[in-house]
């Protein structure tokens, strides 16, 4: 079997290694790869894993490949019909087009002209297609839980157009619970059929353990494994004008020895040079002060409200799952509108994202007269507890919302949106206040939710591949291969290559 990983980040790299070692001669004979960068994914492949990728292409590549190419006015009208999906969801999907910064310090507004947007998304799809014609795979696994590139994208598309499978991970918002799905998209359709055959009687050999982890839940002990990292409440920190000071001094020092400015034309395209970064920490630091000593948050209050998560941008979850609810001070507006007369809507910031927007951004919110912008340090649990229902684009405060027994609303695609009547998928704004209104009716279904969770649970593995990735790349290669939670998770993504390509007879399936 010939497999292609497509790589996201380094430490997907070392992930795509060992998995590659793994499988060699017991699973697979050949294997290639599609990562982001040149550098340093596409590097460590090429120069450190002695030659067991075939193949290798990178998006710098194709991102070079695009600056030199002419337009082909054809190719383009048939990219729709051939692939899906509107072309421009193909560029705004990705940030490092239709933003001026990268690694979320980010600003909006693209400085390519209309005319070069077209040329990247034929150069993507070209240089693809005829990736995979050379490279042959027989399944592609995404190794990594961010697929945000316009090429993670493209790649799907013209495999599925090829017949080619794909196996993508996808968090069950849950632990570190993962399931693997067949799309990029926010589907787990592996799920869906699961929780059919339950309820026609098949039985899940996780069904008292999903009351376990409902409950665990409940106790606030199954955290989700990004959220231990996560820093609240940055604006709080006590930034004083000397920070500021020493801030600017280090800027005029790398403005004075001229480091970081003129990057050469292809070097290093996705990153922030020194002095950027450092510009745009300056920004952070002077917004966290003005919303320390503003009122534009406040702490919640004895009043009735609804409750809705901001998503953290630029995001996946945003940019691919729902494309037409990126302006999320529109949604809000919309979302206040909604609520009946005697309700108020509670915002809060996500954790990440405090300081990265605009003051007028929490301005505009302070001046709704419906809307409360909450401190970004309040626990989302207790904002869920007691609000009368979540409207969320797709956060995981919708899974959370459906865990603690709360009706919620989902504005964009999100893998849990057919459990009805526990969430409810708004096709439009003008749906909201019918639905809105059915929060105060609302019960809820403790076995149906125990069911979906045991069939989550049985399409899934206890493994993080983000947190697996980022501790295999500090291992000697020994080390990787024995690793436990590695076992448990290529014995699990080995069956569903297997499955995704049943016609492989000559495979030893003993070994997994």
């Known amino acids: 079997m010939n497999l292609l990983f497509y790589v996201q980040r380094i430490e997907d790299a070392h992930l795509a290694h060992a998995l590659a070692l793994y499988y060699k001669d017991n699973l697979a004979n050949q294997f290639s790869a599609l990562s982001f960068r040149e550098q340093p ?14 193949h290798l292409l990178s998006e710098t590549q194709m991102y070079k490949a695009a600056l030199q190419t002419q337009l082909e006015p054809q190719f383009i009208k048939n990219i729709e019909a051939k692939y899906g999906l509107p072309f421009w969801h193909y560029v705004s999907q990705d940030r490092f087009l239709t933003m001026k910064r990268a690694n979320y310090l980010f600003s909006y507004g693209t400085e390519h002209s209309r005319e070069l947007l077209l040329k990247h998304i034929q150069t993507r799809f070209q240089m693809t297609e005829r990736f995979l014609d050379k490279a042959k795979p027989d399944v592609i696994v995404y190794v990594g839980v961010d697929v945000g590139p316009s090429s993670a994208l493209i790649l799907e598309r013209v495999a599925k157009a090829r017949g080619i499978p794909v196996i993508v991970p996808l968090s069950s918002k849950i632990g570190s619970y993962h399931t693997l799905i067949d799309t990029v998209f926010s589907k787990a359709q592996n799920v869906e059929s699961r929780l059919i055959a339950l309820q026609s009687g098949v039985k899940s050999p996780n069904q008292s353990k999903s009351k376990e982890v409902i409950a665990s839940f409940r106790q606030g002990n199954l955290v989700l494994p990004y ?10 920190k006590a930034v004083r004008p000397k920070d500021i000071m020493q ?20 070097q290093d395209i996705y990153n922030l040079s020194q002095l950027e970064y450092e510009v745009f920490r300056l920004g952070i630091e002077y917004r966290n002060l003005r919303l320390k000593f503003g009122n534009y948050f406040s702490s919640p209050q004895d009043e009735p409200y609804v409750f809705f998560p901001l998503h953290l941008e630029p995001e996946l979850a945003l940019l ?3 494309p037409y609810q990126t302006n999320q001070i529109a949604v809000v507006q919309n979302v206040a509108q909604s609520l009946p007369a005697d309700t108020c809507l509670y915002i809060k910031e996500h954790p990440q994202s405090v300081g990265k927007k605009p003051l007028e951004f929490y301005r505009r919110i302070a001046q709704m007269p419906n809307a409360r912008s909450i401190y970004p340090h309040t626990g989302s649990r207790n904002l869920i507890a007691n609000a009368k229902g979540i409207v969320t ?8 919302a459906m865990l603690m027994g709360k009706p919620a609303i989902t504005l964009g695609d999100v893998f849990y949106s057919f459990l009805k009547p526990l969430v409810v998928r708004a096709k439009s704004h003008e749906d909201l206040p019918e639905l809105i209104k059915g929060f105060d009716s609302f019960k ?8 979906f969770v045991a069939a989550l649970l049985d399409e899934s593995v206890e493994v993080d591949p983000e947190v697996l990735a980022r501790d295999l790349s500090h291992m000697p290669i020994a080390e990787k291969l024995e690793h436990k939670d590695f076992l448990s998770y290529a014995n699990f993504l080995a069956n569903h290559i297997v499955q995704a390509k049943p016609s492989s007879s000559h495979l030893n399936q003993e070994v997994f």
């Open 444 to 451: 809820p279904d403790e076995a149906l939710l125990e069911t």
């Open 41 to 54: 994914e596409q590097s460590y492949l090429a120069t450190e894993t002695q030659g067991l990728f075939e």
């Open 320 to 322: 691919l799952y729902a």
């Open 393 to 400: 684009i797709n956060s995981t405060v919708g899974m959370e």
């Open 227 to 236: 959220i231990k990292n996560v820093k609240v409440g940055e604006y709080q």
């Open 247 to 266: 801030r600017l001094a280090k800027i005029a020092r790398l403005r004075w020895q001229a480091k970081g400015i003129y990057r050469h034309k292809y």
